[in-house]
């Protein structure tokens, strides 16, 4: 079963830092994109940072200069350095990644389930 498992939300000041990682798992024969994207209540969910396969990234204007994206590709796995945090940081943060299962096979986009980040004093 493919599931992707984020980790590394949790409480944290204003102008602090935490890093989110995400794995994933089972049956995968490559990946493509990978990203973070973030929802905050009453608002949509919106692209933080995205990284294909060969390293480029994308990302949001309210993040850049703050935000780092990287990813592992031996170990399927993409993180979310993030400094400065500011209260409007504060959301639920969601992966995902673009995911071919199988050779010649089609791309599947899966998401994990989320990680609250909290910023507040």
């Known amino acids: 079963q493919v599931q992707l498992v984020e980790s590394g939300g949790g409480l944290v000041q204003p102008g602090g830092s935490l890093t989110l990682s995400c794995a994933a798992s089972?049956?995968?024969?490559?990946?493509?994109?990978m990203g973070w994207y973030r929802q905050a209540p009453g608002k949509q969910r919106e692209l933080v940072a995205s990284?294909?396969?060969?390293?480029?990234?994308n990302y949001a204007d309210s993040v850049k200069g703050r935000f780092t994206i990287s990813r592992d590709n031996a170990k399927n796995m993409v993180y979310l350095q993030m400094n400065s945090l500011k209260p409007e940081d504060a959301a639920v943060y969601y992966c995902?990644?673009?995911?071919?299962?199988?050779?010649?096979?089609?791309?599947?986009?899966?998401w994990g389930q989320g990680t609250q980040v909290t910023v507040s004093s």
């Open positions: 995902n990644a673009d995911l071919v299962l199988r050779s010649y096979g089609p791309t599947f986009r899966y």
């Open positions: 089972g049956t995968i024969f490559s990946i493509n994109t």
């Open positions: 990284i294909i396969s060969g390293g480029s990234t």
